[in-house]
């Protein structure tokens, strides 16, 4: 009776995680989310003669803020690892790949798949937060997911992270994530547009860019964990990690920096002097219980740093984190300090 029960709760979650996307395919679910309301995610995709596919000029300047307003509108129930929100954001982050015409790391289409325990939520100092419910041995699925760009020498690779889970549903109200971390997902993918774009006219990297989307951040940094231990990409090729977290509140041209590694003092000071370019200060601090998934590097001698506001912590896992919260002017400067480091690294 255990094992038929416990067959029965996987068999669940998998089909909390695949009906969304099978029931409401195509035409039938845009049409009705233009009858909820929910923002447009409408991807006009690579076109050409003959051979030669090259990303549309819509997909590639599409910007941040529609990538915010996108991931954190209700209908995504705030992706929470594991539910069928977090299936809507993956199947919406893999169309913006395909649109840029993104390489592929995995034969899963840029899905990197792993296993996540049963959480439980918990109020601590008024922030919602995840536990391992030590009652529960369900695991339910959950995905990371993967693309790039080739450079010139296809042995070395720079990696932009973001994680893009957050708290789902508690106590029957949306945390719809906006700034944590709809906001470093969106400045990750802007800056990609731009480098396809680049790439397009004749301009590519030295080395690959990878982008990485990690999932189960809020749960313990699961997605980045498990990516460290199945990479996708050899660690020994992966030159540096810039992850971007909470980065589109306060004040304009105010960020700090978290670090996994004393290896990160270079990449550390790159990222310093690409602020200072775009005229903001990032300050490298210590986390001190806080950490994002750079932290999921430590000892694997990879240089890590995680990007955020100054003040990320304001409305932090709190309902209030919605699009209102999100200060464009800010989250434009994040790319810009994104993109100036990226040249500085891969160019």
């Excluded at 669940?12 to 009906?19: D, E, K, N």
Aim: overall charge negative; hydrophobic content about 40%.
């Amino acid at each position: 009776m255990k094992s038929r029960r416990t067959f029965l709760k996987i068999a669940a979650g998998m089909a909390a995680f695949v009906i969304p996307w099978t029931v409401l395919p195509g035409a039938l679910g845009q049409k009705l989310g233009s009858l909820l309301g929910i923002p447009s995610s409408s991807i006009e995709f690579a076109s050409g003669e003959g051979t030669v596919w090259v990303p549309s000029s819509k997909a590639i300047s599409r910007k941040a803020i529609e990538d915010v307003q996108y991931l954190s509108h209700a209908n995504l129930e705030g992706r929470r690892a594991g539910t069928a929100g977090e299936t809507k954001a993956l199947v919406y982050l893999e169309g913006q790949f395909k649109a840029l015409l993104l390489e592929s790391f995995s034969a899963d289409n840029y899905w990197q798949l792993f296993s996540i325990p049963s959480m439980k939520e918990k109020m601590i100092d008024g922030r919602a937060l995840f536990r391992p419910d030590e009652m529960d041995t369900l695991r339910v699925p959950a995905a990371n997911i993967l693309a790039g760009i080739t450079g010139n020498n296809p042995e070395q690779t720079l990696i932009l992270s973001a994680h893009f889970d957050h708290l789902g549903i508690y106590n029957g109200e949306v945390y719809p994530g906006a700034n944590d971390n709809a906001s470093g997902v969106g400045c990750i993918l802007q800056v990609m547009r731009q480098l396809v774009k680049e790439a397009q006219d004749g301009f590519a990297p030295k080395i690959n860019i990878a982008v990485a989307f990690w999932s189960a951040e809020e749960m313990g940094f699961l997605g980045s964990k498990y990516f460290v231990q199945n990479p996708l990409i050899p660690l020994s090729e992966i030159i540096a990690v810039i992850n971007a977290d909470t980065v589109a509140n306060g004040a304009v041209g105010e960020y700090i920096l978290w670090s996994a590694s004393e290896s990160s003092q270079t990449l550390i000071e790159t990222m310093k002097e690409a602020g200072r370019v775009n005229g903001a200060v990032l300050e490298h601090v210590s986390g001190g219980s806080h950490h994002s998934d750079e932290i999921s590097f430590t000892g694997t001698g990879i240089p890590a740093v995680t990007i955020l506001g100054k003040e990320w912590l304001v409305n932090n896992h709190t309902p209030e984190d919605k699009i209102s919260a999100v200060n464009e002017e800010k989250l434009e400067m994040t790319c810009n300090i994104i993109y100036r480091a990226i040249k500085s690294l891969a160019y």
